[in-house]
């Protein structure tokens, strides 16, 4: 049990996941059920936000007070699967603004490298949701977050579809005040980093590219 997981289990992400899953899913079809998918979790995340003022508003009937969101989260994408989730989350959360942060894991070095770094100004406090659709070994994910609070950032909410029960443990242990939104944790890895059953390479088969 991982006390900073929410894990969604509503038949029709299960449906759209199994989609996903699937290698017969063309380019395209996986594009729209990472959207899809993308939105649910955007709307989970923000099911606690509480950082709204009240205002009044004429109805086609009558005046009425309504609650309006201030101070939106930045949607963080770590590219470049990530990209693959901010159609939906801002389709969501349209006064979001947003950040890209290009990180990998190199072989060869064993460590994680940076090669772009972007985020709107005046980040500080501002709560974050960082998009990773995968996330396996979380080397990634941890340097990304390592990174953002460097910049003194509000509280972070990582957002993905398939984490590894690997991941968690180390995110819990490195990170524990964030909190993760994911459909399935998978117990399994390959040698390379692959999440088993998983769905491949998020990247590749977003962009179709090897």
């Known amino acids: 049990m991982h006390k900073n997981l929410t894990e969604l289990k509503h038949p029709l992400l299960m449906h759209k996941l199994g989609h996903l899953r699937d290698r017969n899913t063309n380019s395209a079809d ?20 509480s950082d709204v003022e009240t205002m009044q508003v004429e109805t086609p009937m009558s005046p009425t007070r309504v609650d309006r969101i201030i101070n939106p989260p930045v949607a963080v994408a770590i590219l470049r699967a990530g990209n693959g989730m901010l159609d939906g989350i801002l389709s969501m959360i349209p006064i979001a603004s947003t950040g890209f942060i290009g990180i990998y894991r190199d072989k060869f070095i064993h460590n994680t490298v940076e090669y772009y770094f972007k985020l709107p100004a005046n980040v500080k406090g501002r709560s974050i949701l960082l998009c990773d659709p995968l996330i396996a070994t979380a080397d990634t ?42 459909l399935n944790v998978e117990m399994e890895m390959t040698e390379n980093g692959y999440l088993v059953p998983g769905l491949g390479d998020a990247g590749d088969r977003l962009y179709q590219t090897k």
Request: glycine share 2%; proline share 3%; charged share 25%.
């Open 141 to 182: 994910m941890l340097a990304a977050i390592d990174r953002l609070k460097s910049y003194q950032v509000g509280p972070i909410k990582v957002l993905s579809v398939l984490t590894s029960d690997h991941a968690l443990k180390r995110l819990e242990h490195f990170h524990p005040d964030v909190k993760v939104f994911a």
């Open 30 to 49: 996986f594009r729209n059920l990472m959207t899809e998918i993308s939105k649910l979790l955007a709307y989970e995340a923000m099911k606690d936000w």
